[in-house]
């Protein structure tokens, strides 16, 4: 058993725990390629809206698995 986290937020850096609940962005740029958005809170995936400009995004809420 390990205590090390899934995912760190991409926002505030808080770990994520395998289990726990991430966040991640609908709009497909933030899913794919090099950088994988994911967040603690919907207010963390809130605060990356005006950076990343989408015209239209919603939030997906998931398990936080190790990939
Ligand atoms: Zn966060
Ligand atoms: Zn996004």
Redesign the pocket.
């Known amino acids: 058993m390990t205590s090390s986290p899934a995912f760190v937020c991409s926002m505030c850096r808080k770990p994520i725990a395998v289990g726990g609940k991430a966040i991640r962005?609908?709009?497909s740029?933030?899913n794919s390629g090099r950088v994988k958005?994911v967040f603690c809170s919907a207010g963390c995936?809130d605060s990356?809206?005006p950076t990343?400009r989408?015209r239209s995004?919603y939030f997906v809420e998931e398990i936080a698995r190790r990939e």
């Open positions: 962005c609908s709009v740029t933030c958005l995936w990356h809206l990343a989408h995004a």
